[in-house]
């Protein structure tokens, strides 16, 4: 038994004066998204943006590649983003019955459709942006570049939460925001997407309606 | 005197013959210390296992006896099996007409399905029907 250890010990120690560890430091991204492509030991921090790297030379010298590889500047992009609710009346300067493409209004069973809010959202790619819409409801948004050439291409993850509403359960009354969009979609950098929620099986409710209008700024 | 034939007394020592004697009655002691024990004590050290393994066998015997079922003394009778009758039977009451349920069947489970258009200008429409939509 002891011979085992001592061998495994002898085997072992080789190895183990071999691994090294090294900080690296990030310095457009993340450092939390760099360190996901890393397949080794690794640990990373927020407060620096540092990611500690742990392994042999070889093995360290392949993560520093593929950190500086994707630690590209990020992007910054700017997003128009109207919306509109559908299936209530509004008064003449709120109307967005132009704004909904005539197509789509052929498709729909609303008639009348109003402007709750339009805002202009800007911000870093990967970064969380947040803003208040119409009042009571509340849009999040976060976008990546997906392709820079020929054209810019984003995903950009949205939703939209109603005003919050309080719930009672058998423990006692809790307060929610419900969801009232959540979607990811791609969107060119100049194109306008139309982004519509409805309650399934609604007799006579009401939809909203988001255009996303989004561009890469350089 | 007396002193002198006291001394005498104790300082006498044992005859030849007697230490003779003694020198071998202590041998035969040694001798009967380094005898290996009697074959007859050496099966009392196998007792306690044949005992055992004498119990065993009664005991699975006992068991043994206890589990088995013991044949039934009555024997049920062998199964008559009806005859058919000649002429047809009568049929089957119609069953009654179950008035139907006001409430309606109940709707897929699915709580949120998203639907992708593309208009004919190119606009891509992503419209999702939620059923928790509340607005």
Known sequence: MKRAFLFLVLSVAPLAAQEQTKVVKAIHRPAEHLSRLLFMSHSFTREFNTITLRGTPEAIKAAEAAIQQYDTPRRQAEFFIRVIQAGMPAPAPDDATDLVPAELKSVLRYSRYSLRDSAILRGMEADRLQIALGGNLTGKMTFHLREAQPSATLEVAVNIDGPSTLIKTKDGEVTTNPTLLQTTTTVKSGETVVLGASKMQSQSGSALIVLLTAKLLP | ?135
């Open chain 2, 1 to 135: 005197m007396k002193d002198r034939k006291l001394r005498q007394l104790l300082s006498m020592l044992p005859e030849e013959e007697e230490i003779a004697r003694r020198a071998a009655r202590a041998r035969r002691r040694a001798l009967a210390r380094l005898e290996e024990p009697e074959p007859a004590r050496r099966g009392w050290r196998w007792a306690p296992a044949a005992a055992l393994t004498v119990l065993l066998v009664a005991s699975a015997a006992w068991v043994s006896r206890a589990w088995r079922v013991d044949p039934l003394v009555w024997t049920p009778p062998a199964p008559r099996i009806a005859s058919v009758p000649a002429a047809p039977l009568a049929p089957a009451p119609a069953p009654a007409v179950r008035k139907a349920s006001r409430r309606a069947a109940p709707g897929p489970r699915q709580e949120r399905l998203e639907m992708h258009l593309v208009l004919s200008d190119g606009t891509r429409v992503l419209w999702t029907f939620d059923r928790k939509f509340t607005l």
